[in-house]
């Protein structure tokens, strides 16, 4: 089920053009747009409701089809997902999803591609856990057991060996 659910995010936003230049053709094409597509991730995790939302729409889907080209393979872990996708009342699971993945993605780029899988799921949950605080500080019902159990770990600066314990 998550595989699916996965892959039709990727689909779905391979499938549609975005406002920003997209025409990546060759590894230099796509490393002339590390700085904007860094830039454009950490916007994502600022920015849970812009006005217009569509904003936000747009740069997701720009983020989305340069990691699905790029140079560096980001792998997903389901371990940090499948409890977020099975919360059947959580609304924002559509944001959190992608962000794990632009997350990854943001560290493959200021990393230069390091393959270290624990410092990009990291930063991966790094990244839902700040898009997570601004999602709940607009929706106070927002809430999911695994981000509340992230969050609490980030707090405490226990968030490294929180996502170390989990991969197995």
Request: charged fraction near 25%; charge should be positive.
């Amino acid at each position: 089920m998550k595989q699916l659910y996965i892959s039709t995010l990727l689909v779905l936003f391979s499938l549609v053009a975005s406002a920003q230049s997209t025409d990546w053709q060759t590894k230099e094409d796509y490393l002339r747009d590390t700085a904007q597509v860094a830039q454009t991730i950490r916007w994502l995790e600022q920015n849970p409701f812009p006005e217009p939302f569509s904003e936000r729409q747009q740069k997701a889907q720009y983020a989305f089809k340069w990691i699905e080209g790029a140079p560096y393979t980001v792998n997903i872990d389901a371990t940090f997902l499948q409890p977020i996708l099975e919360d059947k009342k959580f609304a924002y699971k559509d944001m959190m999803v992608p962000q794990f993945v632009f997350g990854k993605g943001l560290y493959l780029i200021q990393h230069n591609g390091d393959k270290n899988e624990y410092e990009a799921n990291l930063r991966g949950v790094q990244s839902m856990v700040t898009l997570y605080k601004h999602i709940k500080a607009t929706d106070k019902r927002a809430k999911n057991k695994l981000l509340e159990k992230m969050e609490a770990a980030a707090d405490q600066d226990k968030l490294p060996a929180y996502v170390r314990s989990q991969m197995k």
